[in-house]
């Protein structure tokens, strides 16, 4: 994650990196897992991970990149990362239980490792130079445009 923009004084961009981070965790965990052959702990995982993806990349949708979208600027790197999301869930949340193709999980857990790389290094820091501080208020209602850097 970076740490040399300020990007994550933002509560909306702050709130993301900090998921950012625990989704990474997670998912490192799930790799070990998968690699270690502990295929129970790796199902279990997987949900937790499910849980932690689903509402995240929901979030980004609907708030920072529903305004990015809306700015112009960096509309098609967000249909580009909003297609990444579909692809990750789609491998991660049809995963057969009965018959968990773990290649596939472990392929999508590196795509979603460079997803966030392109998100926290990438966009991010990309958003707080291209949206106007009344695009950050409608994100961060309980922040008014005064506070922000």
Request: negative net charge; proline residues 5%.
């Amino acid at each position: 994650m970076c740490n040399y923009c300020g990007c994550r004084e933002f509560p909306v961009i702050g709130r993301l990196s900090q998921e950012h981070w625990d989704i990474r965790e997670c998912a490192g965990a799930l790799r070990r897992a998968i690699h270690e052959g502990r295929h129970d702990a790796a199902e279990t995982l997987l949900d937790e991970l499910l849980a932690r993806l689903v509402p995240h990349t929901a979030t980004e949708e609907s708030e920072l990149f529903a305004e990015l979208r809306a700015e112009g600027s960096l509309a098609d790197e967000v249909e580009r990362l909003c297609a990444e999301h579909a692809d990750i869930h789609g491998v991660l949340g049809t995963i057969d239980r009965a018959t968990p193709d773990w290649p596939a999980v472990l392929k999508a857990l590196d795509r979603l490792h460079q997803h966030i790389d392109h998100e926290e290094h990438g966009l991010f820091p990309a958003a707080v130079i291209m949206l106007p501080l009344t695009a950050w208020d409608r994100i961060t209602p309980e922040q008014s445009s005064a506070g922000l850097p």
